[in-house]
């Protein structure tokens, strides 16, 4: 079982920046896979980054790449997800996810078993 609680959204103005937190309970949170989506009002969660149990590989969606950075710290069980650039699309609730494959489908959210409740970013222009 893993429990994940988000932390670190926020109001922030277009071309800013913010750091978002998972921190994950459970002694195997190292040997999952771990990754960010977000959602629109009325529309399904979006992948947004995810990066391998050992850290060593990362995929990010088109959208964001360049501009986020997720990491892992084991030590800390946590997962972050570095956001630069931001700009009003950003918009959105941030939920990290954790599942225990790492392979072509970690863009696909039914294969995360464990979700955070998730976190609020809103980017003012």
């Known amino acids: 079982q893993v429990q994940l609680v988000e932390s670190g959204g926020g109001l922030v103005q277009a071309g800013g920046s913010m750091r978002l937190s998972c921190a994950a309970s459970?002694?195997?949170?190292?040997?999952?896979?771990m990754a960010w989506f977000r959602q629109f009002p009325g529309k399904e969660r979006e992948f947004v980054a995810a990066v391998k149990w050992n850290g060593d590989s990362t995929d990010y969606a088109n959208s964001v790449k360049g501009r986020f950075t997720i990491s892992r710290d084991s030590a800390k069980n946590t997962v972050y997800l570095q956001m630069n650039s931001l700009n009003t699309e950003d918009t959105a609730v941030y939920h990290c996810?954790?599942?225990?494959?790492?392979?072509?489908?970690?863009?696909?959210?039914?294969?995360?078993?464990?979700w955070g409740q998730g976190t609020q970013v809103t980017v003012s222009s």
């Open positions: 996810a954790a599942a225990t494959p790492w392979g072509p489908l970690v863009r696909n959210w039914y294969i995360y078993s464990y």
């Open positions: 459970g002694r195997t949170f190292s040997t999952y896979t």
